[in-house]
């Protein structure tokens, strides 16, 4: 290391900038993939109520790596993030550690959290179908239907290696093997009408274009587009769509996906990380986590937004998360092997 | 300017005596700081099984390999044409609007990638304003009725990534047609040369190096660009490291084919540099005559203008205007987000940390290479550009392990020795940041002052050695004042550079520290770009100083033709 290697580290320490020396405060460390302006709000209720400082990193990729670097020193006491891929990944490479707590067994369904208390979803969000309003008269379909030949050059859909649709490919892979899959991801293909690209807003914005008709795409986007929370400009694209409730062709329900949240197994601030864990089960917590994004609470009884409402009911597809997980990497590798995103 | 065939006999600078001197000492501690993220990488490497590779040889590589090369390709040609046909211009001619394209024609350096892919593709978009607007002027209906380009295409990414990185080949060649001996130019003039074979056959292969490091810069940025490939749907090696590790949840992959990218990026570095290895150029390094530029008028002169308007107008207006609006409409609705400033500073001062630190590495590197005695002096010119050639995102994750084994050796030692916790000392603090960023930008600083370094012809440095003048002095009194402007081109590029930079940002930064950079992304990642759009603007306005700065620098002096 450099010189000025030392230097920085030297005046780090005389400014007390390190956490160490900054831990006697009562404070609670959060390391988040999930985007500040969602959490914010949420954690300022938190310190209001309890006194307890909310130190944030705003982290993508790279967040499990982090705390496997930084090791038994690591500052984090809560790892949250989206994806359940992510929160099962924490917890094969030994990051996360178990919390048994009445408050959090209860309001959370078994099938969304970890039975060993490893960790545990806080909102969910459906893998739904975005259709035109003018152009498309089904009201009901399936994710298989996507693959029919009668929407040839109509269909739209982010990157396949996207974790939304590698989950939606896994649990795909669970329920129909994985020949199957490859046989509907390969008529999904045929029937793209423009390259597997973009993000899910993308699928509504160019409905509107004309350049589709239908797309599978997350949920939340359609209430932050309607809502104008993403701008004027993309209520129109909210508005030219309409929200289909898909199923599998089984008839079990749509696929959904969590955000979530883990205790790091070297968390220095054990306490307040449980203190905050509780509270973000509550009543008051889960409604404003799930309102922020639009999501569907994991609680029994919060209340979801009336533009989510809208969609219908939600009924979950019954096939737990750590069983789709299981085909995760194979969904990855099938993409590339059907050349999906080229 | 002198080409020779054996450049030892006659130009080859006076070299110490045959010691260890602190230069080699701190040299040897810049390799050590270069090679700590490809440390990182091998030891993810090793640890993984290599099970991926049949899948990733047969599914993933080829097309990935050749869609990067194809990209290079096109994003060589663009920047090589429009920043040496500009350079070109603006050198040698006068024609109306020079004196602000001059400087203008650096601006899309403020303009990150990932803005860039942004703005074009809602600008652009069949719902957009030109689509919009062309279908009205047609009378058409349908979106599907008017054909439009595709701008989320490979084709779309050249066109963008050569606009937006043109300037890293634009100012040094300009520089270098500035300086080049006017006598050589109008040698050829005399003798009857026209204009285009003068530029072909003599300002050209003169200004090569000049234009293969600006050119390799910009497809080190290309190659490593994640925002907007990832954006427009195309599938590079890039974005094939990044699936590996993000969907496939295997960092240890992810970490093989970085290397494996890393080794064929230096290996094209080495064969440019054996290429020119029996060139030497070498600049009189005086300014006070200069081929006259030629007048141009009517046509001519509106064509030249134009073929400089072009490149700051796609590469710099159309996406700062479309910032302007969309902030404009977020300020109307909301006013300023109150945390602006806050996220000004930090993105102002890690990135002014990282400059200072990029530039004094920079020095080191540069003069270890025109005086060290040690065999390894080449080498280390090389490997300070390692940084550059590997995706930000992999570097940061690459100086994680290092850095954070450090960290944990320290406070061990500390607990055992003092019985006290030292906690992250670099990770925890902004240091590792910064480090970082040199690690990433240290080929801008090192190659900027090298390049400054070597128009000073080592002549000098005899003369100045017979007069018994030793290193310190030379540095101060000879080199200094000449080295200025190159340092000063080269602080300023890392500082821009740094403004934009997101991975590493995102990765290693301490709590509750939020950039311009990483606001954006925050809100571009949930969607609101409206709210994201302010902070955006800002990246490009503190950009602009910086860079208008730079020009102010870079052209100052006797080099400013009429016009």
């Known amino acids: 290391m450099s010189a000025s290697t030392f ?46 400082t909310v130190n944030t990193i705003f982290i993508k990729d790279g967040l499990a790596q982090r705390v496997e670097a930084e090791g038994a020193n690591s500052p984090a006491d809560i790892l949250s993030v989206v994806d359940y891929g992510n929160l099962i990944e924490f917890v094969d490479r030994g990051l996360t550690q178990p919390v048994k707590q009445e408050e959090l067994d209860a309001a ?62 896994a649990a795909m892979i669970a329920k129909d093997g994985p020949e199957a899959a490859k046989a509907w991801l390969e008529g999904v293909k045929a029937n793209l009408a423009r390259k597997a690209g973009g993000g899910d807003r993308d699928v509504a914005r160019d409905i509107l274009a004309g350049i589709c008709d239908i797309g599978i795409a997350n949920s939340y986007y359609v209430g932050l587009m309607r809502s104008g929370a993403g701008g004027e400009e993309q209520k129109t694209w909210g508005e030219a769509i309409k929200v289909i409730m898909p199923t599998f062709k089984d008839g079990a329900g749509s696929h959904v996906n969590v955000s979530g949240i883990a205790m790091a197994k070297n968390a220095p601030n054990r306490e307040n990380a449980l203190k905050l864990l509780d ?31 809208d969609f219908g009911a939600l009924k979950i597809d019954p096939l737990p998360l750590t069983e789709v997980a299981a085909h995760r990497k194979d969904a990855s590798l099938l993409v590339d092997e059907v050349g999906f995103d080229n | 300017m002198t080409t020779t065939a054996d450049p030892e006999a006659t130009t080859r600078p006076l070299r110490r005596p045959a010691s260890v001197g602190g230069l080699d000492i701190l040299s040897l501690l810049v390799v050590l700081l270069v090679l700590t993220p490809v440390g990182g990488l091998v030891y993810f490497a090793v640890q993984g099984s290599g099970d991926l590779w049949p899948h990733l040889l047969r599914n993933v590589i080829p097309t990935a390999l050749w869609t990067s090369l194809l990209l290079l390709a096109g994003v060589g040609v663009m920047v090589a044409a429009i920043g040496v046909g500009a350079a070109w211009l603006i050198a040698g001619y006068v024609f109306p609007g020079r004196r602000i394209l001059e400087w203008a024609l650096l601006l899309p350096l403020s303009v990150p990638t990932y803005i860039l892919a942004y703005a074009y593709l809602d600008v652009m978009h069949p719902v957009g304003p030109v689509q919009t607007a062309l279908r009205a002027l047609f009378g058409l209906d349908s979106p599907q009725d008017l054909w439009f380009p595709e701008i989320r295409s490979l084709g779309g990414a050249i066109f963008l990534l050569g606009f937006v990185l043109y300037p890293y080949v634009y100012l040094p060649a300009r520089a270098l047609f500035m300086m080049q001996s006017p006598t050589v130019i109008e040698v050829a003039r005399t003798l009857g040369s026209g204009p285009a074979r003068t530029f072909l056959t003599v300002a050209l292969p003169l200004a090569r190096p000049a234009i293969a490091v600006g050119t390799s810069l910009a497809l080190m940025e290309a190659l490593n660009d994640i925002g907007a490939s990832e954006f427009l749907g195309v599938r590079t090696l890039t974005v094939a490291i990044y699936t590996t590790w993000v969907t496939r949840s295997s960092i240890e992959g992810a970490a093989q084919i970085a290397l494996l990218m890393l080794i064929v990026v230096f290996a094209l570095v080495v064969v440019e540099r054996i290429g020119r290895r029996h060139q030497r150029f070498v600049g009189r390094g005086g300014r006070q005559h200069q081929a006259a530029p030629v007048h141009l008028a009517g046509g001519r002169a509106a064509l030249a203008c134009l073929a400089c308007v072009a490149p700051v107008a796609i590469g710099f207006m159309v996406p700062t205007a479309y910032l302007v609006v969309e902030a404009a409409r977020r300020i109307r609705a909301f006013g300023l987000p109150a945390d602006l400033g806050t996220w000004v500073a930090n993105s102002v001062t890690s990135a002014l940390a990282a ?83 040199v690690v990433r930008f240290l080929a801008i600083s090192s190659g900027g002052i090298e390049a400054g370094l070597a128009k000073i012809s080592p002549s000098l440095d005899s003369a100045a050695r017979c007069l018994g003048a030793g290193h310190v002095r030379l540095l101060g009194r000879i080199h200094a004042p000449m080295l200025r402007p190159a340092i000063t081109a080269a602080a300023l590029l890392v500082f821009v550079d740094c403004m934009k930079e997101l991975p590493i940002t995102l990765l290693l930064r301490p709590f509750n520290f939020e950039t311009l950079a990483t606001h954006v992304y925050g809100e571009a990642a949930r969607g609101t770009y409206e709210d994201g759009a302010v902070a955006a603007l800002m990246i490009v306005i503190v950009g602009l100083a910086p860079i208008i700065l730079l020009a102010r620098t870079s052209f100052r002096g006797g080099d400013r033709g009429p016009g």
């Open chain 1, 108 to 169: 959370i369904p078994a099938s969304l959290r970890d039975k060993d208390g490893h960790w545990f979803a806080l909102s969910m969000r459906a893998r739904v179908i975005y259709a035109s309003k003018d152009r498309v008269t089904e009201t009901a379909l399936t994710y298989e239907d996507l693959a029919d030949p009668k929407w040839k050059g109509k269909v739209c859909i982010r990157s396949g290696q996207h974790p939304y649709n590698t989950s939606l490919i």
């Open chain 1, 279 to 309: 509270f973000m089960v509550s009543d008051e917590a889960q409604k404003l986590y799930a309102e922020a994004n639009y999501e569907y609470p994991v609680k029994a009884g919060a209340p979801v937004d009336p533009i989510v409402a």
């Open chain 1, 7 to 52: 230097r920085s580290a030297a005046v780090a320490v005389l400014l007390g900038l390190t956490p160490a020396v900054a831990a006697a405060a009562e404070e609670v460390n959060v390391y988040t993939s999930r985007e500040p302006a969602l959490i914010q709000p949420l954690l300022e209720v938190f310190t209001k109520e309890t006194g307890i």
């Open chain 2, 355 to 437: 400059t200072l630190v990029a530039v004094a590495v920079g020095l080191v590197v540069a003069y270890t290479a025109r005086f060290s005695r040690a065999r390894w002096s080449g080498a280390l010119v090389r490997l300070s550009g390692i940084g550059y050639t590997v995706p930000g995102t992999v570097l940061a994750v690459g100086l994680l392990i290092p850095m954070t084994s450090l960290d944990n050796a320290v406070d061990g030692a500390a607990r055992s020795l003092l019985g006290l916790s030292t906690g992250l000392l670099l990770t925890g603090s902004g240091a590792a940041l910064v480090l970082a960023y």
